[in-house]
Structures are given as structure tokens and as C-alpha cells.
């Protein structure tokens, strides 16, 4: 089961209603950003609600100014009709602590029109008196029924929104399901902010679900949507575009906010994809992602975008670049590397295949006597140098103890860890990517002094 194949309520609605706020609510996650600046979300949400035993899919979609007609705004307008066409039920979210607007009322307009079932929604109706004000006629917005009171914040009226909510999908033939977890690939899309996220991920979906624009930031907070392709399942995020940390300060806390779940987001994944600009030198940011990413277990695989705006390319292009990078992003040297273009989809095609290669070979288990095989061989050719201290250490053994990633013991004859130079545990990992295909995966080693064994 997919989160496409479940029943699908989509939250329609002004900007600063509340939303994002209910959206989490349902859901019972923080995922949506919260925060008093109107237009917090721009692009959809998804998300999977749990009630009485019983799932359904629910879509967030960006505030809505119909007054505005800057690019962003129209982009939200396309990306909410199509939740509103995707969706079996529509929760339409009004602001019970003010009266109706004229945008409530346009909305309320083109609500109207459609065929798909409409609950009103009266979120921020935490006291008495604001309760109240959804039997008022003047909350009757163009025929549509009463508002439910809700108070998205508190929690007070969500209960009985969910089981209208069920109850519509039901009295349609929408009926919610049974829902275990997911098995699935965890992806994250990550990059500095206009690198092409969005555009290569709708490429990858074969969707324009996420807001693509020449404005940098067009994406703030991270998106997942659940993809079957074959009989595999990939859970794939979309993060805010990174900028540096002086910029985010000055840009104030909704920003860090997004940093901060995107890092969260990259150490949850199983695959993280690292975006460049094929077209820009790698800077500062890319050197920050590069370290978050070889310190978080994850497997990485590099995405190299706008491949076809390098000029003059020849046989050696290639090969030159991945020199450059080695050099540049040294924390990430074994994450393989990928030349596409989003926008034209050259290569895309193949990103889930590697996906697949590099989520195998974090799964990949050495047992004792290849290991030992492998270690009497190493230190045949290579003897152990001298890290801290003054006897030199002896290599007693090696063991895989965990996968995903792949991490080992090594364990010394010694007074202290460092007796170990640093060099030898290099040459051990690339000794052991030599004899393996760890392409895309981290491989942690891990220095242990060998315990005595009292008689």
C-alpha cells in the first residue's frame, strides 16, 4: 500500500488560517512549518492520519491570495487545483477569530462549483464566543454548510472533524484502510538553495508536484511524497535549499527553522542526494553538506544538474570534474557520481537504479572468515604504523558488527586507542572497497583494545 492508493482529504484556504497547524494536528507530526508569516507553505504537504485504526492520505496545500499574481502565487494556485482534483474529500479552512474576507468568499466561489464533498473547517475557535460564530449566516459562504469549530492548536474539535471526515469518505465508497508501515527507501534531495531541486524531482516523478521558479527559496521546508515504482517503495524528501549560517541569522528564525529539519531530515534517510550546478564553482555550502553528509551514515550519491549548460564538452569533461570534486569534497570521495539535467531529463532515468545499488551495498554483511582472510592479507602488504605512544600496536582481529552503514571493530593489542595511526584505518576501508562494491555508502571503523582474559 502506497500513500496514493489511500483516500485523500486536501486543506484549501486562505493564507494564515491555520492550515499547516491542523495539517500536523491530523497527521501527529510537526512536518508542516508553523509559524505567523502568511505563506509559510508553498508547495503541498503529504502526510498519513491515523484514526480509530483507520488511514487516510492528507495533502496541505500553500496559502491562498487571490489578490497576488506574482509567479510564486500562481504556482500555489496551479499546485492547490490540482490537490483539489486529487482530493475525495475537501477541508476548507476558514478563520472563525475574524469575519469571512473577501478571499474566503472567492474561494468559497470556486469551491462551490466543484463536485467533490466540502467540510468547513473553523480553526482558531478556542473560546466560547468564537464557537459561536459558526452558526452565524454570515459564515454560510455561498451555500456551503456550517463551519465545524475546531482549535487546531489545542486540539479541541479535531476528533469529531476526523470522524466527518471518515464518515464522508465512507457514505462515497472512499473507505480508509488498514495501514502498516511502510517498507521504503528513504530519499533525501538536498542542495544549496537553485541548484534544481524541485525541477529534478519532478523529473523523478514525472509530476510539476513541487514549485519550480527562478526564485531562490521557492522551497522552505521539507516535502515527502511516497513513490511504487516496480515492487519498490521510495519515501522521498525535498529540503529547503541551505544557504549560509550568517544568512540564515539574518534572515530570521523560519529559516533556521527549515536548516534545522533539513539536517534532521538527511540523518533520517537511507540515501541522501547531493545536487550541484554543473555551472557554478563549489563553495562554502556545498563543503558544509558534504561534511553533514559523511558524518551521518547515510548513503549519498551526488547529482551533478545542468549538465547540459557546460560548453565545449569533450571525453575528458567527465573525468576532469570528478578530479575537481575529489578534490573539493573530500569527506564524500566514495559517493558515485551522476551527470543529468532535470529540466531536459537527460540521465534521470537512471537515479532510482543507483538508489537501488547504493541502498544494497549499505546492506552488505562480511562474515568472520572472509574478514579474517581479508585482515591476514592487509597485513601481510601492509604492516601497522605507530599513531600516539611508544609500542607499537598489534592488530588482533576484525569484525563487522552493523550494516546500514557497514561498521567494523577493529581490535589492537595496545595501551590506548591512538596507538593507531589515523592512515591505517584509510588503508583498511579502502582495502575493503577494493574487495567490494561500497560505492555510495560510508564504512565506520572503529579502534577497540582487545580485553585480557584472566585465567
Known amino acids: 500500500m502506497t500513500s496514493n492508493n489511500l483516500p485523500t482529504v486536501a486543506l484549501i484556504g486562505r493564507t494564515n488560517v491555520g492550515k499547516s497547524t491542523l495539517f500536523n494536528r491530523m497527521i501527529e507530526q510537526s512536518k508542516a512549518l508553523v509559524s505567523a508569516t502568511a505563506g509559510t507553505t508553498r508547495d503541498r504537504n503529504d502526510g498519513e492520519c491515523l484514526w480509530r485504526g483507520k488511514t487516510i492520505r492528507v495533502v ?14 500562481k504556482n500555489i494556485l496551479i499546485q492547490s487545483e490540482l490537490a483539489m482534483k486529487e ?24 469551491l462551490w462549483k466543484t463536485k467533490t464533498p466540502i467540510i468547513v473547517v473553523g480553526n482558531k475557535a478556542e473560546k466560547a464566543a468564537e464557537r459561536r460564530r459558526a452558526h452565524q449566516p454570515d459564515w454560510r459562504l455561498r451555500g456551503l454548510p456550517a463551519p465545524i469549530a475546531v482549535s487546531a492548536t489545542q486540539g479541541s474539535g479535531v476528533g469529531d ?7 464522508k469518505l465512507n457514505e462515497i465508497g472512499k473507505h480508509p484502510v488498514d495501514y502498516t508501515e511502510l517498507d521504503a527507501t528513504r530519499v533525501a534531495v538536498i542542495g544549496k538553495p537553485n541548484v534544481g531541486k524541485s525541477t529534478l ?15 531562490a527559496h521557492t522551497t522552505r521546508e521539507p516535502n515527502d511524497v511516497l513513490l511504487h515504482i516496480g515492487d519498490k517503495n521510495y519515501l522521498i524528501y525535498d529540503t529547503a535549499g541551505m544557504r549560509k549560517h550568517a544568512r540564515i541569522n539574518q534572515a530570521g528564525g523560519l529559516e533556521k527553522m527549515a536548516v534545522d ?18 555551472t557554478e564553482p563549489i563553495g562554502s555550502q556545498e563543503k558544509h553538506l558534504a561534511g553533514i553528509l559523511g558524518d551521518s551514515g547515510a548513503g549519498v550519491i551526488i547529482i551533478v544538474n545542468k549538465w547540459d549548460l557546460v560548453q ?18 573530500p569527506f564524500i570521495t566514495w559517493a558515485p557520481i551522476m551527470f543529468v539535467s532535470a529540466k531536459t531529463k537527460q540521465r534521470t532515468s537512471t537515479i532510482f537504479k543507483m538508489i537501488d545499488d547504493v541502498g544494497h551495498n549499505r ?12 585482515l591476514r592479507e592487509a597485513l601481510r602488504t601492509h604492516l601497522p604504523s605507530l599513531g600516539k605512544g611508544k609500542n607499537p600496536p598489534k592488530v588482533m582481529g576484525l569484525k563487522q558488527v552493523s550494516t546500514k552503514p557497514p561498521k ?15 592512515s591505517y584505518l584509510r588503508f583498511i576501508e579502502n582495502r575493503l572497497r577494493e574487495l567490494h562494491d561500497f560505492r555510495g555508502t560510508p564504512i565506520n571503523i572503529k579502534v577497540r583494545i582487545a580485553t585480557a582474559v584472566s585465567k
Open 201 to 215: 524531482l519532478n523529473a523523478l516523478l514525472g509530476t510539476d508536484r513541487f514549485i519550480t521558479s527562478s526564485i
Open 261 to 278: 529539519k533539513n539536517e534532521w531530515v538527511i540523518r533520517q534517510s537511507d540515501v541522501s542526494l547531493l545536487v550541484l550546478d554543473a
Open 363 to 374: 546492506s552488505i554483511q562480511l562474515d568472520m572468515k572472509e574478514l579474517d582472510g581479508f
Open 408 to 422: 567494523f571493530d577493529l581490535t589492537l593489542k595496545a595501551q590506548r586507542t591512538d596507538a593507531l595511526h589515523p
Open 312 to 329: 565545449d564538452k569533450d571525453v575528458s569533461t567527465m573525468n576532469d570534474y570528478r578530479k575537481y570534486l575529489a578534490g573539493e569534497l
Open 60 to 73: 496541505d496545500t500553500g496559502g491562498l491570495d487571490v489578490n497576488k499574481r506574482d509567479e510564486i502565487e
Open 161 to 167: 472533524l476526523l470522524d466527518l471526515v471518515y464518515e
Open 87 to 110: 482530493a475525495d474529500v475537501i477541508l476548507f479552512v476558514v478563520d472563525l477569530k475574524n469575519p469571512p474576507l473577501p478571499s474566503d468568499l472567492e474561494l468559497a466561489s470556486k
